[in-house]
């Protein structure tokens, strides 16, 4: 299973083993990560589940669907080149060992 | 002192929020949150979608993992159900004989669906879609149904009916007025998404009730209507509505008006009572008259807002409503409350199943019905989080950079 770092603002780190599939928001929420808020449920109507790519690893993750680049707009914490949905992030072989860094807030 | 209590009635979208809130706004109080369903609070829309075509799972749908409530020290009773209220004591009365006082109660309390008073409507087939249980029993019985009739053609209607054409299923909708979701929809949209259904292959009968439900040794066998016809069917979804779930706040004295009355604070008529989701009517900046929104964002935002309140800021609830529906290849996004709206405009093409319809009242925006096209949406909610300053024509006028005009805003 891929290996998924999620990395809190203050600098602590927790690591989740995501199974194929799986989006690294539900794996987040279902593991019980704060700071992945995921109002919508996935549905691309929001943008609680907002994290920062590890900027090395961007050309690793799929490509920005026009829906996930609107949605963005609504990020509460700024958004950056490295922003994305976590609900569209779904765990594949190439995902493992991504690092994602969570947004000092999401509402 | 003993630390106080906010009891919340409901264990939905709208419960779990407050509860969550609560803690993320700092109440160090007791948090009770009280579900009359078996299983932990779980996630809706996916029901009539994603779930029901079997594309996800039950443990998708959960909104937090059992130990987020022990962690964040929110007592969640789940398969219980509150049979009394004392608002001189302040006392909850449970099912199983549990009893507590509270110092804040909160209505979430839902809407259940709305029954078709018709001959027939018990038989074995006949469904309605609101709980997970009810989901389950429906995913199970479209596995083996050959031809089934959908009675009203809202979201969940339509929603249903998608998911059971693209199973190869023959679908009647049966709908009494002339306009599917025509209480939340413009008359462009209601048609479009009625054409996109015959194109798939539904018969769509407007304009037309069921007289009775027929049977067959106690299984459901087809339906009567009013214009005369039998369908023969072995599934039958009923979903012509909800009735907000206000019982035990009209037993308590409570102020009922389609729905528990509150103000826009989201409190009852009691100030130590409050309610919120798809069982409060409340007063917006976003309609000319009270109204009751079921939906995702209405249940979380007004769940956040009472907690602001309890845990010490209120803040009058002013958020932007939006709404959204996936039908086949088709997302609706709705933004704003567009019923009522005197004109209408067009901005991109129906044809190539992408466009917006953009609703005024007095020449001001009030919301904007989106088909495939999310950066529309997300514009309006931003347009009508204050004053749109925006015309039909520019709406209309695909060069219009709508994105510019919306970033010029103040405060947008």
Redesign the interface.
């Known amino acids: 299973m891929p290996k998924v770092t999620y990395v809190h603002p203050n600098g602590a780190r927790e690591v989740l083993d995501v199974p194929l599939g799986t989006s690294v928001m539900r794996a987040a929420i279902v593991n019980g990560i704060d700071g992945i808020v995921a109002e919508c449920g996935g549905e691309m109507m929001c943008a609680t589940c907002h994290v920062y790519v590890e900027p090395e690893q961007l050309d690793r993750t799929p490509a920005q669907s026009d829906d996930e680049k609107a949605m963005l707009e609504f990020t509460a914490s700024e958004r950056k080149p490295n922003s994305r949905l976590s609900c569209q992030l779904v765990a594949t072989p190439e995902l493992d060992g991504l690092v994602v860094y969570l947004p000092e807030t999401q509402v | 002192m003993p630390a106080p209590v906010v009891a919340i009635i409901g264990a939905g979208q709208a419960g779990f929020q407050a509860a969550a809130s609560l803690r993320d706004a700092g109440f160090a109080g007791r948090i009770v949150l009280v579900g009359d369903e078996p299983v932990l609070p779980y ?1 809706r ?2 029901l009539s979608k994603s779930y029901l075509a079997g594309q996800s799972g039950a ?2 749908l ?4 059992a ?2 409530y022990a ?1 964040q020290q929110i007592d969640l009773i789940y398969g219980d159900a509150v049979t009394a209220i004392d608002r001189g004591q302040h006392r909850l009365h449970l099912a199983s004989g549990i009893e507590f006082s509270w110092d804040h109660l909160l209505f979430a309390t839902g809407a259940g669906c709305r029954p078709l008073a018709v001959p027939g409507a018990e038989l074995d087939g006949v469904l309605t879609l609101r709980t997970l249980a009810d989901a389950d029993a429906l995913r199970q019985r479209l596995e083996e149904a050959r031809e089934v009739v959908v009675v009203g053609a809202g979201f969940i209607g339509l929603e249903f009916a998608a998911v059971a054409l693209a199973r190869g299923t023959a679908v009647h909708i049966i709908e009494v007025t002339h306009k599917p979701m025509g209480r939340v929809v413009s008359e462009p949209v209601s048609r479009f998404f009625t054409e996109a259904h015959m194109g798939w292959g539904a018969e769509v009968a407007l304009g037309t009730g069921v007289v009775r439900i027929l049977g067959d040794g106690g299984r459901v066998a087809g339906v009567d209507t009013t214009d005369g016809r039998r369908i023969s069917a072995d599934l039958i979804l009923i979903c012509i509505g909800v009735i907000p779930n206000a019982e035990l706040a009209r037993n308590a004295g409570l102020a009922i008006d389609d729905g528990i009355v509150v103000d826009e604070y989201l409190v009852t008529s009691d100030p130590a009572i409050s309610a919120i989701g798809d069982c409060a009517n409340f007063p917006t900046p976003f309609a000319p008259v009270r109204v009751r929104l079921e939906s ?2 209405n249940a ?1 935002d007004q769940g ?1 807002c009472v907690a602001d309140r309890v845990a010490g800021r209120p803040v009058p609830y002013q958020k932007v409503p ?1 709404f ?1 529906s ?1 039908q086949g290849d088709l997302k609706l ?1 709705i933004a704003g409350i567009t019923i009522g709206h005197d004109t209408s405009v067009l901005r991109g093409d129906p044809a190539a199943r992408n466009f917006s319809v953009f609703c005024f009242r007095g020449g001001r925006l009030i919301g904007v019905e989106s088909v495939n096209r ?2 529309d ?2 514009i309006a ?2 347009l009508l989080a204050g004053d749109p300053a925006l015309s039909p024509e520019q709406a209309a006028d695909e060069s219009f950079d709508l994105r510019a005009h919306a970033r010029r805003l103040p405060g947008r």
């Open positions: 996630q829309p996916p443990d998708d959960w909104l937090r993992p130990e987020f962690k995702v964002q979380v956040r939006w959204w996936d996004q999310t950066a949406h997300v909610r931003r």
